[in-house]
């Protein structure tokens, strides 16, 4: 049995209303994808040099990173090779396992968030302004609450205007605590907020932050401040910091992850609005091209949404067309 067949076989054990979610939340992707994919397949029944390269160009227009597909059509040809495969058909199935496979990979990238024993889990996030990094907390703290745990946002992005207002507004709407103070110190604020969240025994804070990338130096600067001041008050904290990207930017939010990773010690990456992109593919160019697992995804507007990265679930979702 196939890596494909196991896959289909451990995802029937999954929960519905989660297959629902990415099925539909991936369904533009999918539509635009798999249809080509179909079609190619369609076009050559055979393998051949002509179906490569318009398999290679569907793939690039998904957004799944050059390198990545570069790397895919490498493993192919090499498994075509070994495995006798002259059906293209038969081919779409080594297409999902391998694509399977460059996400899992052989190391140990965890999709799962890193809990802290002792005291509040802190988890810092950052981002550009304008990728739904104020919401994507927001519909955080709520998944959160809903699992039980006591949850306070934290407003550190204090100069834009209406951004302390915004985190609490959302802090209301979901029923957590809230601490800001508009034009101050980030750093200040954020410890401030950190004695309240150990005085009241909070299970886990959400520590908004600025997303003024134009200025790199600064914004290094702030966040290595920040930094300090979490972890001088809370030992080994933030225990995540996880980078908010709109799957609609496509490369750029590549581009993104990569000089925000020069910035801060990133941990994980939330994609935000997927279901209204045709890029799905850039969840596997993040993981090949910057080596960073992605956490959480965003899947529409509600506030229940934002769901936990499950790479089963969203192949089957890119995929199920083809299964």
């Known amino acids: 049995m196939g890596l494909f067949n196991l896959f289909k076989k451990t995802f029937k054990k999954e929960e519905k209303e989660d297959i629902d979610k990415y099925d539909e939340g991936l369904e533009k992707t999918r539509e635009e994808f798999v249809s080509k994919l179909s079609l190619l397949g369609i076009k050559y029944t055979k393998v051949s040099k002509e179906y490569y390269e318009e398999l290679e160009r569907i793939l690039i227009e998904a957004d799944i990173g050059v390198k990545t597909v570069y790397d895919l059509l490498d493993k192919l040809k090499k498994r075509v090779k070994e495995e006798n495969i002259t059906s293209t058909k038969d081919l779409g199935e080594v297409i999902v396992d391998e694509m399977f496979l460059i996400y899992v990979g052989n190391d140990s990238l965890s999709d799962k968030i890193k809990m802290n024993a002792d005291g509040p889990t802190v988890i810092l996030m950052v981002g550009v302004n304008g990728v739904g990094k104020t919401t994507t907390i927001g519909k955080l703290a709520k998944k959160y609450k809903s699992e039980g745990h006591k949850v306070l946002l934290i407003a550190?992005?204090?100069?834009?205007?209406?951004?302390?207002?915004?985190?609490?507004?959302?802090?209301?709407r979901v029923g957590v605590e809230f601490y800001g103070k508009e034009n101050s110190d980030p750093a200040g604020v954020i410890f401030d907020g950190l004695v309240k969240a150990k005085e009241e025994d909070v299970d886990i804070v959400l520590i908004d932050t600025a997303g003024r990338l134009q200025n790199k130096m600064g914004l290094m600067a702030e966040l290595e401040k920040v930094n300090k001041v979490i972890g001088r008050h809370i030992d080994g904290a933030p225990h995540e910091t996880l980078l908010v990207i709109d799957a609609a930017t496509g490369q750029n939010g590549i581009s993104q992850a990569e000089s925000f990773k020069e910035i801060t010690n990133i941990t994980g990456i939330v994609l935000t609005k997927l279901d209204g992109t045709a890029k799905g593919g850039i969840v596997l160019a993040i993981k090949e091209c910057v080596g960073l697992p992605v956490k959480f995804i965003g899947l529409g507007e509600k506030e229940d949404d934002l769901k936990s990265f499950d790479i089963e679930s969203y192949i089957y979702g890119l995929f199920k067309d083809l299964i």
């Open 156 to 172: 550190g992005d204090t100069f834009r205007a209406g951004a302390t207002e915004q985190l609490k507004v959302w802090a209301e």
